[in-house]
């Protein structure tokens, strides 16, 4: 008998995003982008159960880099 623990996988639930397996990601890229670039969803990208990445808008992202530049170099005045 091994004596190694059953590994247990924590899955994140964030209301926003949904949830894809890398296999069905990779098969239907195409919708996905789609979902993304004109319907505004963020796609959280599983691999084994596991959270791997999320796919968003370029727009979202570049406004998301932006607000945390500002909140960094509010942090940084604020020292």
């Known amino acids: 008998m091994s004596?190694?623990?059953?590994?247990?996988?924590s899955r994140i639930t964030?209301?926003?995003l949904d949830?894809?397996?890398?296999?069905q990601a990779k098969n239907r890229f195409?919708?996905?982008?789609?979902?993304v670039c004109y319907e505004k969803k963020h796609i959280l990208i599983e691999k084994?159960?596991?959270?791997?990445?999320v796919?968003?808008?370029?727009?979202?992202?570049?406004?998301?880099k932006r607000k945390a530049r500002s909140l960094a170099g509010a942090q940084k005045t604020e020292k």
Do not use: C, F, N, W
Request: glycine fraction near 6%; hydrophobic fraction near 35%; charge should be negative.
């Open 3 to 9: 004596s190694r623990k059953k590994e247990t996988r």
């Open 14 to 16: 964030i209301d926003d």
């Open 19 to 23: 949830m894809v397996p890398a296999t």
């Open 30 to 35: 195409g919708d996905l982008l789609h979902r």
């Open 48 to 53: 084994s159960g596991r959270p791997m990445a």
């Open 55 to 64: 796919i968003m808008d370029v727009d979202q992202y570049l406004d998301l």
